[in-house]
């Protein structure tokens, strides 16, 4: 996606531009329509992180609406990630970077009210981490092995700072979903982390659970991957998986019976 790039036909007539800019049926939430329209603007335009959509009064002639909805459609953008809204003489709807923790907070609501647990939350971890591994050792590229190296050497180097810790530690994860070559599960991957990762570091559980030889571990699966060995990058996935999940147990016993709550 390119970057710092103002959509072409920013100040024009949008009603001119076929075929997304036909005026909405009002058979539905119409806010709604403009968001998704938006949306599939968006990917059809290949826009990226910087770029900007056009502005409130340009949408509102395009989508023949009221100014209201269009700013309704930018905020439903805004809650889920996807655009910031800027101020001033350059100001108006920026696209932002696909977030995960966006995800993670969003399915954190659904979660909650449906009344789930942190160890259920686990549990699908448990199923998806030891598949992220495998699939990152059969589909690595020299980029792949490069970003994992860095990751790997970062956690290293990290390993006596609380904080730099743990963002390195949850990196080396985020780096091998990325390698999976499955955007699905890149994304699902990434989000459930992030959201494990917030309950644990709020809940003043995350160093202690983390141990003294979680680094050693990480770099252990990540040479299995290095080398494109899927077996065995599975088999250590699934073995440290399972362990951190006991220690986590055994330091905050109650904490795996919590519910996941929004935010």
């Not at 599960?185 to 309950?199: E, H, N, P, W």
Request: a negative charge; hydrophobic letters at 40%.
């Amino acid at each position: 996606m390119a970057n710092n790039r103002t959509v072409s036909a920013l100040d024009e007539p949008l009603a001119q531009l076929a075929p997304s800019a036909a005026p909405l049926s009002r058979g539905t939430k119409v806010s709604e329509r403009i968001a998704n329209a938006l949306v599939e603007d968006i990917i059809r335009d290949r826009l990226g992180p910087g770029d900007r959509l056009p502005n409130e009064q340009a949408m509102a002639d395009r989508f023949q609406v009221g100014r209201g909805s269009v700013r309704e459609a930018l905020r439903l953008l805004e809650t889920h990630g996807m655009i910031k809204l800027k101020l001033g003489p350059r100001g108006g709807p920026q696209i932002t970077a696909v977030d995960p923790r966006e995800v993670g907070r969003t399915l954190s609501l659904y979660l909650g009210l449906r009344g789930a647990t942190i160890e259920e939350l686990v549990q699908t971890r448990l199923f998806l981490e030891p598949k992220v591994a495998r699939l990152a050792a059969e589909n690595r590229s020299d980029e792949d092995e490069r970003r994992l190296r860095a990751a790997l050497a970062a956690e290293e180097a990290s390993n006596s700072d609380e904080t730099g810790y743990i963002d390195a530690a949850n990196e080396f994860h985020y780096v091998l979903a990325t390698m999976t070559g499955n955007r699905v599960l890149d994304l699902v991957a990434t989000a459930l982390k992030d959201l494990y990762t917030s309950r644990i570091v709020n809940d003043g559980v995350a160093r202690a659970a983390a141990g003294p030889g979680i680094c050693q571990e990480h770099k252990t699966i990540g040479d299995a991957i290095l080398a494109g060995d899927a077996d065995r990058a599975e088999s250590l996935m699934r073995s440290h998986m399972d362990f951190y999940v006991e220690r986590v147990r055994s330091v905050a016993p109650g904490f795996l019976n919590s519910r996941i709550t929004w935010g």
